[in-house]
């Protein structure tokens, strides 16, 4: 079995594992200060980049940091999610589809409503 170890924890894992020092700051509640939020942002984003938890509870947790949804490729460009906490800025869903423009210039989008079946 392939190990790794984590960068924040230095702790010793199966490749398949999460790191539990992770989990628990990611199942933690999230800070209602800017500062922190970012401080924790930096933490997940810094390098090494090495994915310690599932990538769903990471996006999960940075939408909850950030405030807002946040599609899975601005992942790849962390200074752009860091940048736009730093500044306060809260951007539109409009942005979001931009940076999807500028990742993938001649991707089509489609979108994609999905209504919760509460009964
Ligand atoms: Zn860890």
């Not at 702790?11 to 700051?25: F, V, Y």
């Not at 933690?28 to 994915?51: G, H, M, N, T, Y």
């Not at 869903?93 to 991707?107: E, M, Q």
Request: aromatic content about 6%.
């Amino acid at each position: 079995m392939e190990k790794y170890i984590c960068p924040r924890h230095d702790i010793e894992l199966l490749k398949k594992d999460a790191c539990p020092k992770c989990l628990e700051i990611i199942n933690s509640v999230v800070p209602d200060a800017q500062a922190d939020r970012l401080e924790e942002l930096k933490f997940w984003c810094e390098e090494p980049r090495i994915l310690t938890v599932n990538i769903g509870n990471l996006l999960e947790r940075v939408e909850k940091l950030m405030g807002r949804p946040v599609w899975d490729l601005e992942l790849a460009h962390p200074e752009d999610l860091i940048h736009e906490l730093e500044t306060n800025q809260k951007i539109n869903f409009d942005r979001v589809l931009d940076k999807i423009k500028d990742f993938a210039p001649n991707a089509t989008m489609i979108p994609l409503i999905v209504e919760e079946n509460n009964e």
